[in-house]
C-alpha cells in the first residue's frame, strides 16, 4: 500500500530534550516536506527536499532540521525543543510535476502531535 | 513571492444547498493550485488539482474549481452540500519558478453543513 508514515504519532516532552519524528514514503517521490499546523494558521512548511543531499528552508524553518540521506526517509529534528514548537507535524511527499515543473500532489502522513512542557 | 487567501475562515450551509469557498493567490508565473479537505483528526486529502490544463477543474465528491488567472482566483465549489462534507478545506499554491519544492497553505476554511 503506498503510503507516508510518521513515528511516534503522539509525543510529550520536555524543553531542551532533543527528539527526532521519523518520515518514510514508499512511493518512490522525489519531494518531501514537513509541516506544522497551528489552529487558525492553517500548514506552514518548514523543511523541504526536492531529492537526496538536497533540503531547503519553508517558511518557519527556526528550531529545526532536517536531512535527506536516502529518497524514502526525512526526519525531522528538533536539537533543543521549546514550548512554542508545540504542535501537529505533518509530513508529506509528491512526484515533480511533469506539467509544471513543480511539486505534484502531496500525500500526507497521519500528523504527530508534539507537546512540548 | 506566492501567497494565498482564504476570504472567508467559516462557510455554514445547509444541506442540499450550494457551496462555495474562495481562493485568491499571489504567484509570479502560472501556478500549480490545489484544493485539500481536512476532516475531524484526520489526515489531509487532495480534492482536486491545477496544473496549466484545463482551467475548469473536476475533482472527487462533486467539488469543482475554476482557475481565473485575470481574477488570480480559485474558488472551490459544490451544487449541493452533503453532511459528510462537513471539513476544513486548504487551498495552496506552488510557484515552478519561486522554488518548485515550495507550498504555501491559506489558512483554511471551516465548512460547517446543518441538516
Known amino acids: 500500500e503506498a503510503q507516508v508514515t510518521q513515528n511516534p504519532r503522539y509525543l510529550i516532552t520536555v524543553t531542551g530534550k532533543k527528539l527526532t519524528v521519523t518520515c518514510s514514503q514508499n512511493?518512490?517521490?522525489?519531494?518531501m516536506s514537513w509541516y506544522r499546523q497551528d489552529p487558525g494558521l492553517g500548514l506552514r512548511q518548514i523543511y523541504y527536499s526536492m531529492n537526496v543531499e538536497v533540503t531547503d528552508k519553508g517558511d518557519v524553518p527556526e528550531g529545526y532540521k532536517v536531512s535527506r540521506k536516502e529518497k524514502r526517509n526525512f526526519p525531522l529534528i528538533l536539537e533543543s525543543p521549546s514550548p512554542n514548537q508545540t504542535s501537529l507535524y505533518f509530513c508529506a511527499s509528491s512526484h515533480e510535476s511533469r506539467t509544471s515543473g513543480s511539486s505534484d500532489t502531496q500525500y500526507f502522513g497521519p500528523g504527530t502531535r508534539l507537546t512540548v512542557l | 513571492a506566492q501567497s494565498v487567501t482564504q476570504l472567508d475562515s467559516h462557510v455554514s450551509v445547509s444541506e442540499g444547498t450550494p457551496v462555495l469557498l474562495r481562493c485568491n493567490y499571489s504567484?509570479?508565473?502560472?501556478?500549480?493550485l490545489f484544493w485539500y479537505v481536512q476532516h475531524p483528526n484526520k489526515g489531509l486529502q487532495l480534492l482536486l488539482k491545477y496544473t496549466s490544463a484545463a482551467t475548469l477543474v473536476k475533482g472527487i465528491n462533486g467539488f469543482e474549481a475554476e482557475f481565473k488567472k485575470s481574477e488570480t482566483s480559485f474558488h472551490l465549489t459544490k451544487p449541493s452540500a452533503h453532511m459528510s462534507d462537513a471539513a476544513e478545506y486548504f487551498c495552496?499554491?506552488?510557484?515552478?519558478?519561486?522554488?518548485?519544492?515550495?507550498?504555501?497553505f491559506g489558512d483554511g476554511t471551516t465548512l460547517t453543513v446543518k441538516p
Open positions: 512511493m518512490n517521490h522525489e519531494y
Open positions: 495552496v499554491v506552488s510557484d515552478p519558478t519561486t522554488n518548485a519544492g515550495k507550498s504555501t
Open positions: 504567484s509570479s508565473y502560472s501556478p500549480s
